[in-house]
């Protein structure tokens, strides 16, 4: 508990001015004097003083309440614009994005098993394309990256596909193009991405995002506030057990991981096993590289052995749904990554089993959805973290350097 | 994001001060004024309510930086009494609790499977069997029920061995003795109560308390604030499915829960099932009813049945905990309830398979402890959830009903 100091007062009204103004498609300043209870001076300084910013604009007048009719602000969007990336594990990915979430430019480039410096140089690459395409004052780089990560320093702890341990990715990224840097896992960032993006959040809402991809990895937000943990790991669903006699080796060393059983990875891994085990038909050349790909092709063909393997898969992320939503009580869980591509029938597995394995007074309210933002959560994640501390978008202010989530 | 009004910074102002003296063991006006940022005079004058109020007393006199001898000023914390309660599964307790948490008079008495009104009958009983012991201003009770638990409305969603359902125990509660009345979950009780007066915690940590007693629960402690999900039954860790395949069935309907093989009850009834099989000469009488206790009692002799249940069932657990920390990520957890009672070798396994089916970086800074409070955790949570409400304190003032946390 603390009392405010009379300049953090100040940027607080000015903060909450412009969240006023964010979140309404249009407002008047006697309607943000009503809304903020700040007086209608403090709130007409403040209005004058993001104009001249450049963030908010008057764009036309409102009905009258019997004087004459008030001006409505509204943010400009493209006033700024914001970096943002997802090092995903094939294609690491880049894009210019608005205020509003709304992608102007996107770069990507195949990673081709690059890791360490290599992987950084590729970074290097899709910045150096993007950021001349981006004519508006630059916020800030945002990066959604697999692996443990210490936000608060901007530092990589471990990566293992990039092999990057301990490494201050913020740093280097500061050093090159010197600007704000926010380094965030890719499981939170996309979590961050849907709560500030996708549609039908209530103010202030929980929910979890879990991201399937070639890894499992899952963010929580808590009332409106990315929930990291105590050593930023929070959310990593991916190597809790969920078979407990006779799993397969993870590649973190324990056995029956939910990555093991229900990654993108772990269902082409299967299907290769299998494949050549039963010499099935419907995989003619069980030798060759089968990719998630033609599992999907195969899936949605109705082919026996993917519809049996996916499906298993489905059965162990409902299990481990049941058990998140147990001991966290969130009601709105959100599937995001590359195997939402299966669909319906996938998302149904899930559900049911979640239902047939939790208590049914922890799971009667619990919806479980596909994300809004595709494959694009990370990115929008990486780069709404920069959108939503308003003290980055100020161009005559210093830097705000402290991340403020959590 | 809101402007605080005139009354609410007042309030604010007066629960800060508060705040800092209870905090110290002993403070002057002006460390009070520079630890809050407050101005001398405001400190002054909270500080002649709080004297007035009987709340804190001037203790002595400090050591002179300068100018006279500052007088110091201390939390009285026999100036008000709250009262307790614990509806264990077979005995209810209650306590008379002061500011500081001290237990001034306790009553017990058992339950003998009584559930629905003559469950009630009883809490009315204890209730009754305390109160004419309390001579100071009493606070308001404080109750931690097993069950889900909706805590603002001070509503029993869902007790099962107690018949309970829907059931309005604050109202009933405050019908009859006119004070204010929270209800809690038992084990986020005691989450809050190893919290508020458990040794070594950091001001606004986390920690997890897992409850293991008759059925098993968690409470979790995010920043220092209870965490209940929206639901109200964040932490319900007793459901999470650990056995995955042919586990037994539940009393929730499903099968392979963790209460089914590591609570008190689970591992009585296993003790039995195999006593009866294997005719084992160290449990004479296979036939009789064999308690907690006894086991316990066998286990520290060295029973080799005993030690062979008691350690499947703090695999499990670990099992269980490895879970929760890949998604909480707080690095204290702590153990409390009967189960406890299996001392050290029992929390060795349970650790050792923590370490061994998690994620090393998840672990490698996790914590694993006995809670301080032993069997009177969950009475001191229900009694700080009012100890720390300042508001509540004050005899002057109005009741404020609604709950803080969260």
Known sequence: MKKATRQQTKVHNRNLVLHTIINNESVSRAEIARITSLTKTTVSDIVADLLEEGLIAEIGVGESLGGKNPILLSLLPDS????????????????????????????????????????????????????????????????????????????VVDAVNLDWHDFPLAQLLKDRYHLPVYILND?????????????????????????????????????????????????????????????????????????????????????????????????????????????????????????????????????????LVGILNIHEIVLSGDMTSFGRPWLDTIVDTMQHTSLSRSVQDTRVEFGQLGANAVILGSTAVMANNYSLLFTGQPTQAEFTYQ
């Not at 069980?286 to 999907?296: F, G, M, N, R």
């Open 80 to 155: 700024r614009c914001l970096l943002g990336l997802d090092l995903a594990h094939n294609q690491f990915q880049g894009a210019i994005v608005n205020l509003r979430g709304q992608i102007q430019k996107k770069a990507s480039l195949p990673v081709n098993d690059r890791d360490g410096n290599e992987a950084l140089a590729l970074v290097y690459e899709i910045l150096d394309q993007l950021i001349p395409g981006c004519n508006l004052p630059l916020v800030g780089i945002g990066v959604g990256t697999p692996g443990l990560v210490n936000t608060r320093d901007g530092v």
């Open 187 to 323: 499981s939170q960032a996309a979590a961050i991405g849907e709560y500030t993006y996708g549609k039908g959040h209530i103010a202030e809402s929980s929910l979890v995002v879990i991201h399937v991809h070639h890894g499992i990895g899952s963010g929580i937000v808590i009332n409106g506030h990315l929930f990291q943990g105590d050593g930023g790991g929070a959310g990593e669903i991916g190597h809790v057990v969920v078979v407990s006699e006779g799993g397969l080796l993870c590649r973190c060393g324990n056995r029956g991981c939910l990555e093991t059983v229900a990654s993108a990875q772990a269902i082409v891994r299967r299907i290769r096993t299998l494949a050549n085990e039963s010499y099935s038909n419907s995989w003619q050349d069980p030798a060759h590289k089968i990719t998630l790909d033609e599992v999907e092709r195969a899936y949605n063909l109705g082919d026996p052995l993917a519809l049996q393997v996916v499906s298993e898969s489905a059965r162990y992320m409902g299990l481990a749904i049941s058990g």
